[in-house]
């Protein structure tokens, strides 16, 4: 049960718009059109309970009457029926058709639901009541079908003057009611009335085209209304998501306005106070790994000295070994320190030149840089985007002895592919060699190499560039390093 409740949230919340103000607006369409669709629901029940209460009324009363007229000519003997029929159809009638026939005229039968039976159910209940009979039929028909003689003549076909002024209502056509008994064996008293409600059997429509388009007016304006008033909302929102998108990559942007809804407010107060104690914690570490490095360069320098007073010069070798790696320790963690933090303007930079002026740097130490491709200015800073390149050659170069650069681009994204000759890095090691102090080649002397920051600061600065380094072994070969940026975007800083 639980899981199938899971899937069922996901697969709603897959269809649910993706931004705050998609949802506010769908969460006001659902709601306006449930209280629509509720309201008129509850006003559909009340007028339908009126209508049925003002039709049990009125079809008693009728009942009443037909009631009388049967009882009347019930109690009339046999030869004076046909004489009081022709005296009413003289006069023009009233307000029923009587006939008195040999047989029961059949009746095309209309109408059904809730109201015909209520209208069946009185008659039948008053006449059987009042009359003191057990069968009566009662039914409904439609004017142009309606029969009224033994001959089974139609009531179009009759006199207007003996029964079309009692039964018809034009430009209305309401059904109308039939009443049949058996007086006596070969003699039966037909009765025709209308009831005056035209619509009696048409099929309610409680959602009209009048509802619909007052429903859809009402509709449109709370979307509207809803739309100003959620766009204000949102704004600040907007901002919000902004900033935290760019809080990492910018510890001195701007604080945010400390405007708006009591909520907003006091979020953007937060979201200030947040940035001000990172920048300040930042700032915090900078000054200690400095006065960390400042303070251990005294004693590495005096020991230095009193190392070449050694008399062994094996000693002596192996001791200033020592203090020159020490001394590379402190200056890597300062420079990674600071490597986070470059705080220069964005500007268009060509991607090949830069490449270019690295690999001219890197010949001058014997290293051997090709470069294939073009690539567009990218909008950039410059010397952080040039360290990240420069950590790249310069590991390829010292394990693979020489760099193949490729640059392809496109409108959504540069990718520069740098792959070198050397041993590669096993599948499971290649997120490894990101951290801090990470060498997979065991030796730590700087005849072999840094510190192991250099990967890790490329990839910093890529993804503050938007973008992201990836690692894998060529097929035929040596490792092969991939740098992602995207293009076009605004860079805000790293």
């Known amino acids: 049960m639980d899981t199938r409740w899971q899937r069922w949230r996901r697969r709603l919340s897959r269809g649910l718009p993706r931004t705050l103000r998609g949802r506010f607006v769908l969460i006001m369409i659902v709601g306006v059109l449930t209280a629509q669709l509720a309201s008129y629901a ?34 009339l003997p046999v030869e004076y ?27 095309d039968d209309i109408g059904s639901g809730a109201e015909k039976a209520l209208v069946v ?48 209502m034009e430009p209305l056509s309401p059904p109308i009611l039939v009443v049949q008994l058996e007086l006596e064996p070969g003699t039966w008293l037909y009765v025709a009335t209308l009831l005056p409600v035209a619509d ?60 708006g809804p009591r909520e907003v407010m006091a979020t953007a107060m937060a979201f200030n106070r947040m940035q001000e104690r990172i920048r300040e914690q930042v700032d915090e570490r900078e000054r200690l790994f400095s006065a960390i490095s400042h303070d251990l360069k005294t004693p590495i320098t005096r020991m230095r000295l009193r190392a070449e007073m050694l008399d062994d010069p094996l000693q002596r070798e192996r001791f200033c ?24 303007a964005i500007e268009e930079f060509e991607p090949r030149a830069v490449l270019e002026e690295l690999a001219d740097e890197l010949a001058l130490q ?21 360290r990240c390149l420069a950590n790249l050659l310069e590991n390829a170069i010292f394990y693979g002895q020489r760099a193949d650069v490729t ?21 499971g090691q290649r997120e490894r060699v990101f951290s801090p102090f990470v060498r997979l080649e065991p030796s730590r002397s700087r005849n072999t190499g840094g510190s192991g920051l250099g990967l890790g600061i490329a990839r910093h600065i890529a993804r503050a560039l938007g973008g992201d380094i990836g690692l894998d072994n060529h097929p035929e070969g040596g490792l092969r390093v991939r740098v992602t940026l995207p293009r076009p975007r605004d860079i805000t800083g790293l």
């Open 200 to 259: 009696l059997f048409n099929e309610y429509r409680w959602l009209s085209g009048e509802r619909l388009l007052a429903g859809l007016m009402v509709l449109l304006t709370v979307i509207g209304l809803s739309l100003l008033g959620i766009r204000s909302v949102t704004r600040p929102l907007a901002r919000l998501s902004r900033a935290a998108r760019q809080l990492g990559d910018d510890l001195d942007a701007p604080p945010l306005r400390e405007s």
């Open 321 to 344: 070994a020592s203090l020159d790696e020490l001394d590379l320790l402190v200056k890597g963690a300062l420079a990674s320190v600071k490597g986070f933090d470059l705080h220069e």
């Open 407 to 427: 640059l392809e681009d496109d409108p959504s994204r540069l990718t520069i592919t740098i792959r070198d000759h050397g041993p590669g890095i096993p599948e």
């Open 366 to 386: 014997g290293g051997e840089v090709t470069i294939r491709g073009q690539a567009a200015p990218l909008a950039v800073k410059p010397l952080a985007f040039k």
């Open 42 to 75: 509850v006003w559909t029940s009340q007028v339908r309970s009126s209508q049925l209460e003002q039709l049990d009324e009125l079809s008693q009363n009728v009942a009443y009457s037909v009631a009388s007229t049967m009882r009347f000519f019930r109690s």
């Open 121 to 168: 159910g009185n008659f039948r209940a008053i006449l059987g009541r009042e009359l003191n009979i057990d069968e009566v039929l009662v039914e409904f028909s439609r004017a142009e079908t309606l029969r009224v003689y033994n001959n089974e003549v139609l009531l179009h076909d009759l006199p207007p003057r003996w029964g079309q002024h009692s039964l018809l």
């Open 81 to 107: 029926r046909h004489i009081v029929l022709d005296q009413l159809r003289n006069m023009g009638g009233t307000r029923f058709f009587v006939s008195v026939n040999e047989r029961r005229i059949p009746v």
